[in-house]
């Protein structure tokens, strides 16, 4: 039983490999009357591609165009389900023969092969992170909708390559490689993680998300809080491994009296060490939550493996990849951040008479 | 659209309040021929429930006597739901009176009110803790169907009130109250815990789960993937607000080379930084994540808030309550786990012709 | 994969065997603020219990009172899962015990056995009519909730052994043990089940279903059409064979002219032999269909089957049955209607943005 | 909440407007390891499409033509979704431009501009019967899965313009264009479709469905008995008006003794009044039902509607269209069908430990 539908009203349907015809997306349960902006669209999709000018990202040329097959009609949303298609292009499969029958460290190649008995080889098939690009489109319908509710995302790296960011300068976010909110640190990412190219290595980093206009009462208990879901949506991404909301680990080092958030007049809240969820709802003031992102696995240097004999061996990854996934990540994120809180407003539309 | 039912194919659907007539699930996929074993059933209740011999946790007493209502027969599951009932026997609803207008700090009282336009003041209702008692009786026929499959799941806590344990010994985790696997670790948070709750106060930690067992190929990529769904069923639980898996958060500081987990013959891993997954699927080897638990909000000092006019207000809570939550969180975490490897467990039947 | 869950925001679990602890429900997803009428609730299971004044029913006798678990405060919704127990009380699992081992002729016995490879054989168990109390129970919470939209349903039998209903006036369905709407033809119907009580032998009929005050606009095209959903939520009541909306099999035999409802101003539809629903949605008139009801398996007449041994054998059925479903079954009908059409117009909510 | 998903396991999403760039689907749970028949594929397709020599159906051509976007890896299904994309060629837009502001009889138009306030009225957007060129090819899959099994589907035309078949000769079916069962019947059906033709009208019919080779034990109680889901995937394709199992409508003047069906020494059933399912599960032989198909609403003479301000005004319908659809609905049930028991077969391998 395949998990590649996501949403339980806004509901997300992804398909394709890296290395196939192309991938791309069915939405099924997006509101009719929402005004289609598809240069906004193309821009997303221009964010997440690869090859932008940075030392962090695979050198891979994709036009990434992404067609509109239905659901539009007149630049609106008709109610039907919106189907959205990119041809894939810019393929070398053939950087994939001298590993066919090896399985690459950090990557699903061996699990892929030991659930299904068959994998598509070619840039990992479906487990190849080109499958967000699918994600991404879906996203910016999503962001489409949450606009005309005034819910903005904004999501951008806190750390990469060791290097920790200060100030969280939203305008700074796309003027820079990185995509971090503090131009200074920025650069000095930038230059670590031209040191692990150099070095044929990778390099891992942290993203932080802060969703901004969401009203109180978004998310649904006991199992379908806001943050289990913004958790699952956000760890189905390859290459996160952990994700904490607000104060997140460092709660457990508080205290009752520090942790919890104090209401003012207004019900406003004086601090937000919650991250803008109580009981799993949404409070009314920002959403915040951090994810863990892993060192992109494939490197240039010779790592020991076995092949689908079992055999040992050593393996030397070619092909185009990056060296630190944040930038490139970011705009997932964002996608999928969107996709649960169009869902979670659909959702909520049901909670009284 | 309320999010009371977890699963596509193990079904769980929980009902029921704090101080309402009880609380209970249905089992919805639960597959045949199980023999049931209601002693480890009642084990399971016993471990969740308040009063144990601790400074950690509240003093309420529940005798959380799990009915079985259907789908059992002559001692074995008959594949029909499984329903169960834990009746509410001692509740102080008295102890809500005087803060049934006022929000209380780091509670869903407030998110519940704005949502649903109404609440069950008393003892938070169904944002109550107590709401997971249903998930632990579930949890003991997920467990009883993995058990059959050599599938075990241990959790513990690793840190509390800042105490952080050293080694895991798994015997040691029922031996004592803070369900710690390092017996000294547990002696230290248990005076620590002491500490706190003379000042009034309450405390955070952090509670393990490792998965020993499972063998490859588990997981639903590319939405539902393993990490994500069990960080969605762990992060439904009140009070936990961040999850990471193997190295976690540590990878954003690592690199390629030493993130990779490397196989060896036999297609073993010689290291576990994945936490046992990759791309979304158990790959053999230990599943492992920790949880971030959040201090208890409910604490004995005067706090500021505002009622349900927006004034502002003092409150002091009343009822008995945790100092602590790691030790009663642990069992919880289980049952989640449970439920959630139960699941796709089933789920994977369906991932080769 | 069991599919005891209905719906897809007004989502209802059920549970129960025949001859268990007790039946019953969670709904998961009701909205917030319905007053709820627990005599209403009673008296809709009235409806359904057997034992009435009637040669049609079986003389069981239950007292089938159900008892609400949560979600329900202070009268009032409150948006969080609604669990409802019926008890079971007057069980003879006796009456079982001779058939244990064989297969009862129109009853689930052997299929259950094939499929779950255990049965619990004291009243068919889970395949009992008695499974519908549940429904019954969640479909008065349906109905309180669409009588605030000004929704009415009325079933009422068209046909039973025989005798075929002319005019129908719903303030007679009540009126007649039969639940015609027909007072005349439901005492010549009474008459002939009548008869074939006294020769030990059970008849079927046909039951129709009218739902007004639906507003055009409700159906989820293409798969959720709302006949097809409530083709689904119908024929998942046991005995029921077949159903048809508007003019039904009757199109067969029709031409486009005849056939399409013309429309005048103020968008009225002239005629009705779609059943109220274009293109899958309900176009604002009634919407209505009728279903084909099996004569009771269960009759007092020696008859040939298997055991479980697959050895031919005479089954002679004890207990107590009733001998034409259609009077019981209206109020089933009208339930799992009342579900389809709550869920229907939640789900519509979402349509536009 | 718009519902183009079907299915729990074998989930199909299909997408696509009558004259927008092109239908397709996402097929989401195949399991991995199918032989994928490209040719079969496209066989099913031409079975759907319009334009075949008969007098029943329109004359619009399509290719058709069904291009995999992914999930197939060196022919065979690799676990990940199956995308499939048909292109739409043949439009004529123009056809409805004198119509865009009217209300076809018959039609989805009115209830669609209820429901989202916005239509594609080009050729009926997603209402139009095109749309199930989608089903057709997801269909296709669910049959290569089925075939392993063994298990064969059968539609046909029963009835058609009043003409009712008598054998039942499944090598005859696709020898002649009304897709009958009986060759004489069909060469009858086509001389009064023929006439209809003539007349400017249009007429109905009936389809019937054997499934051959389908075990016992398929089928989800309660709510997703294997009639219901059935129902429901049948009844959502548009036309369709009524659905019976077995002796169907005939039960209800029918009595116990006469409607059981006797089992015999191997489990082998008498008759099969049942249509082959008890209690919502398949008993081993072949599963039986027949469809209403109601006359296509498209006719070429004058009819009476309103404009969308609820103006009384006459339409005359342009384009091309079929005068009888059962042709061409034969191969839609099969598909749904199809999907249908792919669905059952995979949610059944959850039903044992």
Redesign the interface.
């Known amino acids: ?6 949403g ?4 997300v ?5 890296s290395h ?5 997306c ?1 939405i ?7 005004s289609v902006d598809e240069k906004f669209l193309q821009h997303e999709m221009e964010r997440r591609k690869p090859g932008a000018k940075s030392a962090a990202v695979t050198a891979r040329k994709e036009d990434d165009l992404a ?5 539009v ?2 630049g ?8 959205i ?1 990119i041809r894939n292009s810019n393929q070398h499969s053939s950087d994939y023969e001298n590993i066919k029958n090896k ?1 690459r ?4 190649d ?3 092969y ?7 080889y070619r840039g990992g ?3 190849s992170g080109r ?1 967000t690009c699918a994600r991404v489109a879906a996203g910016a319908f999503a962001k489409m ?1 949450l606009k ?1 509710l005034g819910i903005q995302i904004f999501a951008y790296t806190k ?1 990469a390559a ?1 290097i920790k960011s200060g100030k969280v300068d939203f305008s700074e976010i796309e003027q820079n490689a990185m995509r971090a909110a503090d131009k200074d640190a920025a650069a000095l990412m930038q230059k670590k993680v031209e040191e ?1 190219k150099q070095k044929k ?6 993203v932080e998300c802060v969703v901004k206009g969401l009203a ?10 806001l ?3 913004l ?3 956000v ?2 991404i ?1 290459a996160i ?27 406003s809240f ?1 601090t937000n060490n ?2 803008g ?8 003031d920002d959403i915040i939550f951090r994810v ?8 240039y ?1 010779s ?4 092949d689908v004999n ?3 061996c050593d393996i030397l990854i070619e092909g185009r990849h990056d060296v630190c996934l944040c930038p490139r990540i970011v705009p997932v994120v964002e996608a999928m951040t969107a996709i649960t809180l169009a869902d979670m407003v ?8």
Do not use: W
Request: hydrophobic share 35%; with cysteine.
């Open positions: 039983m395949s998990g590649n539908i996501f339980e009203i806004f509901k349907a992804t398909f394709g490999e196939g015809a192309g991938l791309g069915i099924d349960g997006c509101p009719a009357g929402i067609e509109i097959l239905s659901g009609f007149e609106k949303t008709t109610g039907t389900p919106i189907a298609l399985f460290p950090g990557h699903a061996f699990t892929y030991k659930k299904y008995g068959i994998r598509d098939g479906r487990s499958e909708f005309s750390e060791g692990f290595n990778s390099c891992g980093g942290i109180a009462g978004f998310g649904e208990p006991v199992f379908d809080k943050d289990a879901v958790s699952h949506a760890l189905s390859g491994k952990g994700i904490e909301f607000g104060s997140g680990f460092g709660c457990a080092d508080s205290n009752g009296l520090e942790n919890n958030d104090f209401m003012g007049s207004g019900f004086e919650a991250g969820i109580l009981g799993g709802i949404s409070r009314g863990a992102v892993k060192p992109v696995p494939s490197i240097l790592q020991e493996t076995v079992g055999n040992e659909l959702r909520n539309r049901s909670s009284r008479v």
